[in-house]
């Protein structure tokens, strides 16, 4: 039994620019961005190297939540194509029609829901499988138990991926994030912090508040090192703020028990009635489990 956990706000904005051509439904919507998570969707529930079992998909939806109210810099729906934000809540149906679980988060984030099922069910699964590239989910990631996957690039990321992939451990990403920023997330980080410097300090202290602020006692000698501590110390505040923002929550309220995740396959009558809907013939035959 493996538990699958996928991004849909990631899905989305991934479908929505990628270069496969558009697609109207018939009434004239732009639904370019549904169809193509319906697809990859479908490419995952049919894949036999994921051999899915249990699923669920997380949107932010709205794209807001309660980190706007820490730091007004925090990432909103500003500057998101209005064609895609329209495209959410069908999204959420489209989901629903493959027979999976979707998650709408309101005052949390997708990843607060990803964080929080990983967290809650990793001790009652064979594996958790994360399925985004997002940086931010790296903390999640614990032994081979909890795995974060990149689908588009074909890669895996167990616990020791992580620290070869960012340069820390799993527990140190969301310190990680807070020196060198995000900016997927509106995260700015502090000035001077790029990724090989927060990292070189990091793997040897793991923490922020473990930093000396002294850089003449560090173990480590990132370029630049007097200058960091400085602005480590003018900035420590905003650091441990940021800090608070890339960690993701593991209590986000999740109605569903771990038994409803189960994937039986696609119910015909509500995928079959939305691809009509949609003007999606050729989709309407991708099913290859039905229930």
Not at 22 to 44: E, I, N, R
Not at 113 to 128: G, I, N, Y
Not at 229 to 258: C, F, G, I, M, N
């Amino acid at each position: 039994m493996r538990l699958h956990l996928v991004d849909g706000t990631y899905e989305l904005f991934r479908a929505h620019f990628s270069p496969r051509p558009g697609h109207t439904a018939p009434g004239g919507k732009d639904v370019k961005a549904t169809v193509g998570l319906m697809s990859s969707l479908l490419a995952l529930m049919h894949d036999p190297r994921e051999a899915v079992t249990h699923v669920a998909v997380a949107f932010d939806n709205p794209i807001r939540s309660f980190r706007n109210a820490l730091f007004a810099g925090y990432k909103t729906e500003e500057g998101v194509p209005s064609e895609l934000l329209a495209q959410f809540d069908l999204a959420e149906e489209a989901v629903r029609a493959l027979g999976i679980t979707a998650w709408s988060m309101k005052d949390h984030e997708a990843d607060d829901a990803l964080a929080t099922a990983a967290a809650r069910w990793a001790s009652k699964v064979e594996q958790v499988r994360i399925l985004t590239p997002d940086k931010d989910l790296g903390q999640c990631v614990r032994g081979k138990k909890v795995v974060q996957v990149d689908r588009r690039q074909e890669k895996e990321f167990d616990e020791d991926g992580v620290r070869a992939k960012l340069g820390v451990p799993p527990a140190s990403v969301p310190d990680l994030l807070a020196l060198m920023g995000d900016d997927a997330d509106g995260i700015p980080g502090l000035p001077g912090f790029g990724e090989k410097g927060a990292s070189a300090l990091l793997s040897a202290y793991g923490h922020l508040e473990k930093i000396p602020a002294d850089p003449a006692t560090w173990t480590v000698r990132p370029r630049g090192a007097d200058k960091l501590a400085a602005t480590l110390r003018q900035h420590r505040e905003d650091a441990l703020l940021y800090r608070r923002l890339a960690t993701l929550v593991t209590d986000a309220p999740l109605k569903e028990s771990l038994a409803e995740l189960a994937w039986a396959g696609v119910p015909r009558a509500p995928f079959e009635s939305l691809c009509d809907r949609l003007g999606l013939t050729s989709l309407k035959s991708r099913p290859k489990r039905w229930r």
